[in-house]
Each structure stands twice: as C-alpha cells, then as structure tokens.
C-alpha cells in the first residue's frame, strides 16, 4: 500500500466513518456491536496489572473503572469488596454489567456517559482504573480528564492504566491487529502517561508484550501499563497521614 493509501486507510472505520471526526457515539455504536455478539466479551479474567496492584482487601474502599466495558475488571473490583462505579458510554455495556453484578449481588454502579465532559467527584476514590479507553478518546480532551482523575483519588489511592503502546501491530498496520485498531487515536509512550498523570508518583511505567485471546482472532499488543499513587497527605509533624482503613 502506497503511503498515501496507508495513510487515509488509518482514518477510515471499518463502515466509511473518519476516526478523526468520529462522535463519541459513533465509537461506542461498534463496541455496542460487538457487544451483542456474546456475553463477556473481553473475557472473564481481570487485567494482570489490577491482580498486581490493586489492594487486595476492598472492604469499605471505592473504585471507579472508566470506560468499563462488559467489566470484567469492574466485578474483580466489586468481588474484593470495592463500591465500584463503572462508567462506558455504550449502552450494551452497562446493561450487561448491571446484570451480572445483579446477578452475582456485586455492588456496581454503571453509569452510561461520555467520559470526553464526565465529571468526577474530587478525592472520592480509593482505586481508579482505565483499561484501553484513553487511546479511544479525542487527544484534546485528555488532559482535562487527566486533572480530574488525579484529583478523583483519595490520597494514598491507586491509579491503573494500560494503553496500548507505540509498537502495538495495530500503529503499525501489521498483520494480526484488533478489530477496534482502526478505532485507536492515539498510542501511548510509557513517559506519555507518566506526564499526563504528571502529579502522581509513578510505581510503574513500562511497555510489556502480550497475546490476546480474549476476542477476535488470536493477537498481540503491545501495552503500556502505568501505576501511580496519589501522595498520602502529611499531617502537622510532616509524616504521611494514610486514610483509615
Ligand atoms: C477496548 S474496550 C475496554 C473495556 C474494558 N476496560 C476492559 O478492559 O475490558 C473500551 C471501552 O471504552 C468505551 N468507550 C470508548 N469511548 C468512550 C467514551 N467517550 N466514553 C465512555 N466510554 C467510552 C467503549 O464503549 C468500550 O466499552
């Protein structure tokens, strides 16, 4: 394919619609798709970086998981013992996950809203997590909703992100990319999300390999996983003052 051709194949959606110009709705209209076409779509296992470094014990702690999906990780969440408000602006989503955490008796709260204007309570969240979601949203709007995650978290509070990275196949038009790679408008750099999340310290940043058989044919990504904390308050006598629990 000639660079000319590359290059206006990397703005078309699989129906004719420009990814750069694409409405909020319009992307989430293709995850509602896919969506109906079986339950879970994104598998049942959580992201290894939650299992890594979430708090374990949930009990009494909140999180909030952006741009949910099904919710996997939102009812790995709730399983622990985490309040979980889980947002997505595809309807077939929070249907699906207000069901299973009904049926399981999880406590999920799915909210259908456009993640580019939603407003977050500040210091409300023990846990924040956004998987995959960031690459999907206009690159303008990124780091206002960047502020108002970092100041979402409660200090001491955990924020999980992974991203898929520069070298994922779908950048570089390689074979065996995603379904949704035509949907992506930005991958990530490790620093870039180090820098955008800038005012939480960085427990870990780095781009990993892996392969995904979790939807669609078998493929590989190339994930950038970050971890910040939001620094504990110090109390009078300068030492960190945790929340109680
Ligand atoms: C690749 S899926 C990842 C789902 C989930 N985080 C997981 O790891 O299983 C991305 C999700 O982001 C949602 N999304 C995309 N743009 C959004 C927006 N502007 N507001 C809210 N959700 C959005 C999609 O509907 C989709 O469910």
Known sequence: MSRRGQAVHELIF???????????????????????????????????????????DGAGRSALDLGCGPGRNSLQLARRGYGVTAVDYSAAAVRELRNRAGAEGLPVCPVCADLHDYELPAGAFDVVVAVTVLGLLRRSALPALARRVVAAIKPGGVLLVEELGRSDPGRLRREGASEFASLIRR???????????????????????????????????ALVRYVGRRRPDRAADGREELPWH
């Open 187 to 221: 991958y990530f750099a490790p620093e870039e999300l180090r820098d955008l999340f800038r005012p939480l310290e960085a427990i870990c940043c780095r781009e990993l390999v892996l392969t995904d058989t979790t939807h669609g044919t078998r493929h590989r990504h």
């Open 14 to 56: 699989h129906d004719g619609s420009a990814a750069g110009d694409a409405t909020a709705e319009a992307v989430c209209a293709h995850f509602d798709r896919r969506y109906a076409t079986r339950a879970g779509y994104f598998g049942a296992r959580p992201s290894l970086g939650l299992l890594r470094y979430c708090p374990q």
